[in-house]
């Protein structure tokens, strides 16, 4: 929940029949919503961020989110589909992510290693989390820059995250997507919502550069 003190950095606006039926308009971004509110809401819990924050607070928090981003951005990249999507390599965000740390003073840390589904639910469930991410981090980047304004921003406030949100939704509504790829999709997301969640609970390591 969004309020005066605390954000969250993934601010989303929004198992079936026959293996092979395919989803009305809307109703795949609906079962995404709805299937994965409760990994979403334990982000919300252990990811949230304060808009006073210092420099060693946010750099902690760009390199928990390095740790998830740039595997999943890797998949992403990688993902014979991807370039479906509408300005598919102009939404990546780890060259400005590890910018922002360079800035601070800080090396990329180690990435996760992502066990994720191949094929279009794979691909669904991976660019829904990271294309709903875009629109937190714009808040986030806001609030900040009004009591931090000297804070690098190219990852949180990085392409216009608004119109990139309104033409993902438009390629998801585009699509044929079967119950199969549905399903993957959801668990997919979960999935990496699960982990940003433990991230945004964890404390880093002594010494970690």
Same mark, same amino acid.
């Given at each position: 929940?969004?309020?005066?003190?605390?954000?969250?950095?993934?601010?989303?606006?929004?198992?079936?029949?026959?293996?092979?039926? &395919?989803?009305?308009?809307?109703?795949?971004?609906?079962?995404?919503?709805?299937? &994965?509110?409760?990994?979403?809401?334990?982000?919300?819990?252990?990811?949230?961020?304060?808009?006073?924050?210092?420099? &060693?607070?946010?750099? &902690?928090?760009?390199?928990?989110?390095?740790?998830?981003?740039?595997?999943?951005?890797?998949?992403?990249?990688?993902?014979?589909?991807?370039?479906?999507?509408?300005?598919?390599?102009?939404?990546?965000?780890?060259?400005?992510?590890?910018?922002?740390?360079?800035?601070?003073?800080?090396?990329?840390?180690?990435?996760?290693?992502?066990?994720?589904?191949?094929?279009?639910?794979?691909?669904?469930?991976?660019?829904?989390?990271?294309?709903?991410?875009?629109?937190?981090?714009?808040?986030?980047?806001?609030?900040? +820059?009004?009591?931090?304004?000297?804070?690098?921003?190219?990852?949180?406030?990085?392409?216009?995250?608004? +119109?990139?949100?309104?033409?993902?939704?438009?390629?998801?509504?585009?699509?044929?997507?079967?119950?199969?790829?549905?399903?993957?999709?959801?668990?997919? +997301?979960?999935?990496?919502?699960?982990?940003?969640?433990?991230?945004?609970?964890? $404390? $880093?390591? +002594?010494?970690?550069?």
């Amino acid at each position: 929940m969004v309020n005066r003190e605390k954000i969250s950095l993934l601010n989303h606006p929004m198992r079936s029949g026959a293996m092979k039926a &395919t989803h009305a308009r809307h109703d795949v971004r609906r079962r995404l919503r709805a299937q &994965t509110r409760a990994e979403h809401d334990a982000v919300d819990a252990a990811f949230a961020v304060s808009p006073h924050w210092d420099d &060693t607070a946010y750099r &902690t928090f760009l390199r928990k989110h390095a740790r998830i981003v740039l595997p999943a951005e890797a998949y992403l990249a990688r993902h014979p589909d991807f370039a479906d999507i509408p300005n598919a390599s102009a939404r990546l965000r780890a060259e400005g992510l590890a910018a922002d740390l360079a800035d601070l003073r800080s090396g990329v840390p180690q990435p996760m290693r992502l066990q994720l589904p191949e094929g279009r639910g794979g691909l669904l469930g991976v660019a829904y989390v990271m294309e709903g991410s875009r629109l937190g981090g714009r808040l986030i980047a806001r609030q900040l +820059a009004a009591a931090s304004p000297h804070l690098p921003f190219r990852f949180l406030d990085h392409g216009d995250a608004l +119109a990139d949100w309104a033409s993902f939704l438009a390629w998801i509504d585009a699509g044929e997507w079967s119950d199969e790829e549905v399903d993957t999709a959801i668990d997919a +997301a979960r999935d990496i919502f699960s982990i940003y969640a433990h991230l945004g609970g964890a $404390e $880093e390591k +002594a010494g970690a550069a």
